[in-house]
């Protein structure tokens, strides 16, 4: 079974602090790694997203970091506000087949004011 | 342009009792996804579909039909709910060959009781 582990479970951030969550995968066939955030009664929604041939994206104040040889990605939020307070989900694509998305777990993010 | 629409939006069933959970996408895209969200447990694919006439079973799919007669619809349907099937459900879409970039609908929170 494709897996995508994802933690910490729960953050607390102060106002203006760094959030990182860290996952990690399995199968090396994965070829896009995407971050979906999801407000509270909404559905998630593509926030920023990765290709394995590159170490690090950029996208205002969010950041995906990316290690091939570990198979882990991460993703950081610089000055974190507290409109950023969401669950963020990581996810992986690709493999033999037709793609289909595998998420983590779940991170639920409070940046504190 | 509404997106992705799901009807409905809250639901309590009995248990045994049967229902159909609609969803529709006016993005003319080719794949159509439902997945159940559960706490802890991330967004789990429950059924997908390629295209109109097709569909394929996901990660969880016993106690769960699906059709997409229509390209823009994808029905979910319960044929004798169990609380286990107690979960929020979200439809998805996206074009051919973007798996990593789905749209979510705003969800149907149903409950068995």
């Known amino acids: 079974q494709q897996q995508v582990k994802q933690s910490p479970q729960s953050l607390i951030v102060q106002k203006g602090g760094i959030s990182i969550i860290n996952c990690a995968y399995e199968n090396t066939a994965f070829d896009y790694f995407p971050w979906y955030q999801q407000f509270p009664g909404k559905g998630p929604a593509l926030l920023i997203a990765?290709?394995?041939?590159?170490s690090e994206k950029k996208e205002g104040r969010f950041t995906i970091s990316f290690n091939k040889s570990a198979k882990q990605f991460s993703l950081h939020i610089m000055d974190s506000q507290p409109g950023d307070s969401a669950t963020y989900f990581c996810?992986?694509?690709?493999?033999?087949?037709?793609?289909?998305?595998?998420f983590g777990t779940g991170t639920r993010l409070l940046v504190s004011p | 342009n509404a997106g992705v629409t799901q009807t409905p939006k809250f639901r309590v069933l009995k248990t045994g009792q049967s229902m159909t959970l609609l969803c529709a996408q006016d993005?003319?895209?080719?794949?159509m996804y439902w997945y159940r969200q559960d706490p802890g447990m991330g967004l789990r694919l429950i059924h997908y579909?390629?295209?109109?006439?097709?569909?394929a079973k996901g990660e969880v799919p016993d106690g769960y039909n699906v059709s997409r007669l229509k390209k823009q619809n994808f029905l979910l349907g319960l044929e004798s709910a169990a609380p286990s099937q107690t979960s929020v459900y979200f439809c998805a879409s996206t074009r051919a060959g973007q798996g990593y970039e789905q749209y979510f609908g705003p969800g149907t929170r149903l409950t068995v009781t």
């Open positions: 990765i290709r394995p041939d590159v």
């Open positions: 993005m003319n895209h080719e794949y």
């Open positions: 996810a992986a694509s690709g493999g033999t087949g037709f793609q289909k998305l595998v």
């Open positions: 579909s390629v295209g109109e006439g097709t569909t």
